[in-house]
C-alpha cells in the first residue's frame, strides 16, 4: 500500500509543478506526507487549507486528537542543512495561526482550553522524514 501512495505523491507532484512554483509544489506534497502521517497516527483531518473569512490567514491542517482540537503548520524543506523546518516559523506567523485557531474555534464551538498547536516537519530526504511537534505554542494560558 504504502508504495502505491508513493506513487501517487510523484504524479501529483508533476501535475503541480505545472501551475506552481517549485516550493508551493513541495509544500503541498509535505501537506499531503503530513496529512497520511497523522491519519496514521490515529488523529482525524477534518480541514485542510483552512482560510480566515478576511483571508488573512491560514492553517495547514485542523484535526481532532481525542477531544482536542489540533491546528498543525507543515513545514517542507528539501534537506535540514540549514535546520529544522519548523525554525522558519516566525513571529509573524505564530500571531497568524493563534487569530486563524481563535476563529475557526469559535465557528465550530470548541472551547479554547480543548485548543492544541502542532508542527509537522517534512524532510525530503530518501525517504521522507516527518517528524511530529505536539503542543509547540503552548499558548492556551496565555492568549
Known sequence: MKGLYELADLFRQH????HMTEDHALG?????LAHRFLKRA??????????????????DL??????????VEVKSRQT???????????PNKHASLIRTAREYAR???????RVRFDVVNVVFSTPPEL?????VLALRGRY
Open 15 to 18: 501535475a503541480r509543478k505545472r
Open 28 to 32: 503541498q506534497r509535505g501537506e499531503d
Open 42 to 59: 490515529g488523529m482525524i483531518v477534518v480541514d485542510r487549507n483552512y482560510r480566515m473569512a478576511s483571508g488573512a490567514g491560514e492553517v
Open 62 to 71: 485542523v484535526a481532532w486528537d481525542g477531544d482536542t482540537l489540533v491546528f
Open 80 to 90: 535540514a542543512d540549514y535546520g529544522s523546518p519548523d525554525r522558519a516559523i516566525g
Open 107 to 113: 465557528h465550530a464551538e470548541v472551547p479554547w482550553e
Open 131 to 135: 517528524t511530529h511537534l505536539r503542543d
